[in-house]
């Protein structure tokens, strides 16, 4: 039995690509398609709903699994590793479409030795396109960080994973009603919609850089 496997990160991605890609290859090879699981998840884990049941309750001694690219399997070198040995020692083939290698037919190859030549070269290659997803991915997660961290030194970012609700601007304008006794500061938590920690929060920031809005802070 011929099987497919699909991995995108959010629901934004598109999926068509990799879909379309095991489709034609399967036209193109006269396989017998059974059928393509998707899953929608970060290629960090592979604790997927559709991948385990693919793997777990579908594969058999004997089929193939094809996927599109090999970083939809997963990102993480080790685990990589780890789900094609269980392949393997289920006798399983997978077939990656960005490895060529990988999708020769064997029942066309009578020379022992050149199997063995094939099966080698794919292990290289997986290697390095494994170590190449893992690489990709840690510099994504390190922009990530950098990007969070710039936010929070900018003051555009507030408790971790949450934007600003207002620019320091727009609260030194309505803190400066507070100062000038317009307003209670009760009465511009609950106007502006803020909780208390982000409240005194941004009182903290703008009393720290009072000087840049030309507001005079009260002394009580």
């Keep these: 039995m011929y099987y497919g496997y699909h991995r ?7 999926e068509d690509r990799g879909i379309a890609g095991i489709e034609n290859f399967c036209n193109e090879r006269n396989y017998p398609l059974q059928k393509i699981y998707v899953d929608v998840i970060s290629g960090k884990k592979f604790d997927r709903p559709r991948y385990t049941v693919l793997k777990e309750d579908v594969l058999r001694e004997g089929d193939t699994l094809i996927l599109h690219e090999l970083d939809r399997l997963g990102r993480n070198k080790r685990e990589i590793a780890n789900e094609l040995q269980y392949f393997k020692n289920n006798n399983i083939r997978v077939m990656f479409l960005d490895i060529p290698t990988t999708t020769i037919e064997y029942s066309d190859i009578s020379d022992t030795m050149y199997k063995l030549v094939i099966e080698t070269v794919n292990e290289i ?3 390095l396109y ?23 030194d900018r003051g555009e970012w507030g408790d971790y994973g949450r934007p600003r609700i ?3 601007e727009a609260f030194a304008e309505e803190y400066q009603k507070v100062e000038r006794g317009e307003l209670k500061s009760t009465e511009l938590m609950r106007m502006l919609n803020l909780t208390s920690n982000t409240y005194f929060r941004y009182v903290r920031e703008y009393r720290k850089n009072k000087d840049l809005y030309g507001g005079n802070i009260a002394t009580s």
């Design 130 to 152: 494994s170590m190449q997803a893992q690489a990709e991915l840690e510099r994504k997660e390190k922009r990530q960080r950098e990007g969070i961290q710039a936010k929070k």
């Design 166 to 168: 207002m620019t320091k």
């Design 125 to 127: 290659i997986i290697e």
């Design 8 to 14: 995108v990160s959010s629901k934004g991605q598109k």
